[in-house]
């Protein structure tokens, strides 16, 4: 080997240290650190010219803390003499503590005393085949320590990538990730369903009242925020990583792969779920923070909604337009328009007769969710009862705050220190505190909501602008001052112009810097209010708890609903929190009506599944902006697979509601009748997921985690373990090429409906009048109903199985089923029905056995009268099939067996009733072979006699 040889080989190695070493970012402010600026820091200038988003000024080496003393699993860890935090003075001391909750592994970095959400995880164990262990190093004087996978000895974390930093408003925990597929982290656009670690992508993550830009790689915060991720390692064993800290933060995925994280408050209370595949994950996380509630049966009917109906008559046109359509719908959704001038709990003017309508509604099946904004305007009753009940809102922490011009023209706020903002109403506003820790304001929130049911009967409720969103925060000229919709009320202004240590802490994240600086308005503060603010009397600080606002309004607000309706109903809340899904659902946010939102809302939803918001979609057709037919007709087609199905659109924009086409009309209610017709599938899923924690909707690699292929299929996904959709997310496209992980699969689209599909990728046919590609998986048994036109009429018709066997011809499957509307307080008194079903092909026939696991006392179910089975091998003697032993009559005029397409189909009204046995066994033999006859051959024909063979 020639000296030439060896350069090339150092070079190469050098090469790969660098990717693999990634760097600090020192200088993230905006306008861009020179060399002046950032070695007047204390850090390395080191221009990188890649195309990979490196860090220009970066930390020196050695920033991190040294380990001091260690006490049983508490380590005690001082500041080294390395680099020091350029944004506040290094805490001297801090202790790493672990503990194990069943399996997973917790370790606390921090301080006591310390700011910690106020959030109240159940903290409940499922249980794994694995085991985590925590282990620490010191190499070079730097404490790090790895989180390992004692099966596998690989490490899960490993911070012995350095930067440790610990200071009152800035932390940054670095750590190497074992795999770079990696899932989760939000609120935010993800174009791909994986996250990128070829370049540096800060996400950042603080609530805010932010639509979705889909058109471009944006790393922006959108409304929640979940410090949660899940790694499928090399093996295909599955982890998951939550942080619990509310602040302000965000996450850079950085080359190596790694991630470096911050935030500007509390401490790092990390919890690690050992799996070992994702959805053992997401059981392990949904137990620990609380699984999500279960939607009333009705929510899982099609909604339609938009924001700008001139009144109750233009709702009641377009709904009555889909249902002429013959489209199924279940639920009418009224934005902002119906309320007087935008105050919660009042009815307009253009909405006399709402509660007839109403009334009209509930008699035809259907069902009504309105909007409820959190803010209350400061000078009508419903402020008014507020204050006599003690209820408290966000407040100035000391009088002297108060903002005068502001608090003088309300008679009641007047001597209050309530923080009063500016939102859809035309006066000033509060924003209830649902920390509120005495109970009060979520006794009047309640309060308020069961006195309005009783004007109008309202089934679900939505709850918007809950980052909390407040227009103008600091701004001169807010652009309400331009709307004709909206009177130039006095903006809020914190103190941001001197070094108010909450409105203008040292590090302000991406949240703030990707908006720019003080110089053009970004602050903490920018559409929401002062961080200064305190609740709960106090105690909480907004700086601290402002992502939890929409998760307590959730809570506070499913427990109105529980009051108000007495029924389970559904909450959607826009800003969501981890164990939000507890108490409510998820829309993806104000989209744009554009091929890119529908893509990204494809991976959004698999998102909230892993989240635990299982009842989530999006804007159906797209909020923002003009749809187009075929955009609409698409999402449509795709929404109808999502839990959360709703079309909704913006002020001023055409109706995009699907009667609007034929077109569209057509294939939302081929779409629709789909949906509905598997609703106990769907239901059942949700079920599972509210009982046992579960993905309702789930990425493919959840089922296929060593199928390399599946890990970033994020236009795919699956329904539970069974159905896989390939929804058509392009323009001018009629087909999709699919990839269907080694399995078995069978069409349940037009294209070859019933018959096996090689796995694999293959492209096959979607045209506007088809159904979107959507498979069954073998070894499946889906429950079903013959759909109509409501949910609630459907849940009359009689149910259905769909069989689709694995290679031995088995399947099984569950069928949860209950009221659909009695509130669920636990799963053990909960009165439900559970079905499990069995099927056998044998070698003389079939047998299905569906057994009565659970049973509800009062809920009587419509008969099993369809049974469709896929790839059944021989004919069925239709004559043959017993339920119990007993013969029972086959309707042979609707029942049919092709020996083509292998289907069989059974068709007999009243075929079975569910609940007549505890077991229940339906077997068939085959009918006897047909055999070619040679009537010439005395032997056969001795034979033929003898077996009794049928001639045909
Ligand atoms: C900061 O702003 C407040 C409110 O606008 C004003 O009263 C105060 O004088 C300002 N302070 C400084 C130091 O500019
Ligand atoms: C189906 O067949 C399997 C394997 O032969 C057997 O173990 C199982 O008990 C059968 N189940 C039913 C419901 O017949
Ligand atoms: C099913 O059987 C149960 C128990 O015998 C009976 O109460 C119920 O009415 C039957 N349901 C139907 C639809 O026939």
Redesign the pocket.
Known sequence: MGKLQLLCIFLISIGLSFQASPVFDCFPEPNGASQVSCEARGCTWQPDSSNKNVPWCIFKDGVGYSLDSQSGSTYTLRKNNGPKNPWGSDALEIKVTTKSIGNILNVHIGQAGRYEPPVDFPKDVASSSETLSFKTDTTNGLFSFQIVRDSSYRKLFDTSLGGLIFSDKFIQLATYLPSSNMYGWGENTHQSLKHDFSKYLTWAMFARDQPPNSGSLDTVNLYGVHPYYMIVEPDGKAHGVLIVNSNAQEVTTAPGPSIIYRTIGGNLDIYFFPGPTPEQVTQQYLKFIGTPFLPAYWALGYQLSRYGYTGLDEMKTRIQAVKDAGIPIDIGVADIDYMQRYKDFTTGDNWAGFSDYVNQMHASGMKLILIFDPAVEADYDSFQRALSANAKFIEWESSSQVQRDIQNLYPMAKDTKIMLGVVWPDKHVGFPDFLDSTGNTQKWWASEFVRYQKEIGFDGIWIDMNEPSNFGTNDAHPWYFDSDDHPNDAPLFCPTNGSNEWEMPPYKTRAVWKFGDASNNAFLASNTLCMLGVQDNGAQRFYNVKNLYGWSEAKATQQALFQSTGKRGAVVSRSTYPSSGKYAGHWLGDNTARWEDLRTSVIGAQEFNLFGIPYVGSDVCGFIGTTTEELCLRWQQMGAFHSFFRNHNTIGAPAQDPAIWPTVAAATKQANLFRYQYLPYLFSLHFTASKDGATVIRPLFFEFPTDEETYDLGYQFMWGSSILVAPVVYQNTNSVHVYLPTDVWYSLFDYKYGSLISPGFTTVSAPTTSRIPVFVRGMSIIPRQTPTITTTATRLNPFELLIAPCEMGRGKGVLYWDDGETIVNSFNTHNYHQFDFLFNTTTTGGRLTITHSRKASNI????LDIIEIFNFPNAPDFKSFTINNIKTNINVQTSTYSGVTKRLYIQTT?LI????ADTIILEWSNAAKAVKVDLSNPEKLAALENNKYELF
């Not at 009587?860 to 008969?863: A, D, Q, W």
């Not at 009733?913 to 007549?916: E, R």
């Open positions: 009587n179910l419509p008969t009243g009733n569910l609940t007549s």
